[in-house]
């Protein structure tokens, strides 16, 4: 899949390629940017943390050779889960959305893995439409997820007559907005740049930290960071994120698919 440009953006960007994924996953695709000539800048706009209760999630994973079918919504959950995994049972079939997770599940030596036929589209519906419903009716399927998300794979598996069960792995959340962070953003914005934007609840959560720059500037009519995030130039790989950008004013989207390969691919055609 080549990258779609959704809205041209009106200048070359020189500027810096700013990161957002959680710090776990933002390494091994900064260093490849950064092999590219281009400067990075890792923001991460979500910070992931382990729940304090682990309880559900050990209970469930010391039955994993149980399970005919085990979903992974994110990296987050295979790094969560695989903290209590020692050994990946024979005979239990991992599913994912996208390559990132996959790529974290095979780093932890599983094969067999399940994903959308085109990875193109990593998401829910399309994993569904791709797994073997039939096979898994009656059969126990295990979700590992965040404490909160979409509630689709679940009802999709239910509705074919699998037995499932939804694990909470992990806690997303916004970071505080401290005045460091306030005048990393504010120096961002002061120059084009190119935002790697994987998350949806990420694209918000920055908005909403914007917004409490904005309120708290003392020329907040002058100096609006809102409206100057809005002209910086988005790179998102789900036209589920495109949506939400849209949603929220922004313009310059280029919408690549799934897999760092493809991000890398967009970023060198803003060059």
């Not at 559900?56 to 994973?61: K, R």
């Not at 806690?171 to 740049?193: D, E, F, I, K, M």
């Not at 909403?208 to 988005?234: E, K, R, T, W, Y």
Request: glycine letters at 6%; hydrophobic letters at 50%.
């Amino acid at each position: 899949m080549r990258p779609s440009r959704l809205a041209t953006p009106d200048v070359r960007m020189t500027g810096a390629v700013v990161i957002t994924r959680p710090l776990a996953q933002a390494a091994p695709l900064a260093a490849r940017v950064s092999a590219l000539g281009r400067t990075v800048e890792v923001l991460p706009l979500l910070e992931i943390a382990p729940l304090p209760d682990q309880t559900a999630l050990q209970a469930a994973l010391a039955r994993l050779h149980e399970y005919a079918l085990v979903a992974f919504v994110s990296p987050n959950a295979v790094d969560a889960a695989f903290a209590h995994i020692r050994h990946w049972p024979a005979g239990v079939t991992a599913a994912v959305v996208g390559e990132g997770s996959r790529a974290a599940l095979a780093a932890h030596g599983v094969a067999d893995i399940v994903s959308p036929a085109d990875s193109a589209h990593s998401d829910s519906e399309h994993l569904l439409q791709t797994l073997d419903l039939a096979a898994l009716q009656g059969k126990p399927v295990l979700i590992i997820r965040g404490e909160s998300g979409r509630e689709l794979m679940g009802d999709g598996l239910r509705q074919a007559g699998a037995l499932v069960e939804v694990v909470p792995a992990y806690r997303r959340s916004v970071p505080a907005l401290t005045p460091g962070l306030a005048a990393t953003l504010r120096r961002l914005l002061a120059q084009q740049n190119d935002w790697i934007i994987t998350s949806s609840e990420a694209l918000r959560g920055l908005v909403g930290l914007l917004q409490q720059i904005d309120l708290q500037h003392p020329d907040a009519m002058q100096h609006n960071s809102v409206v100057a995030m809005q002209h910086q130039h988005l790179i998102v790989p789900h036209t589920r994120i495109a949506e939400t950008a849209n949603n929220l004013g922004f313009s310059k989207l280029t919408l690549t698919g799934s897999g760092d390969e493809r991000l890398l691919a967009a970023l060198q055609s803003c060059l």
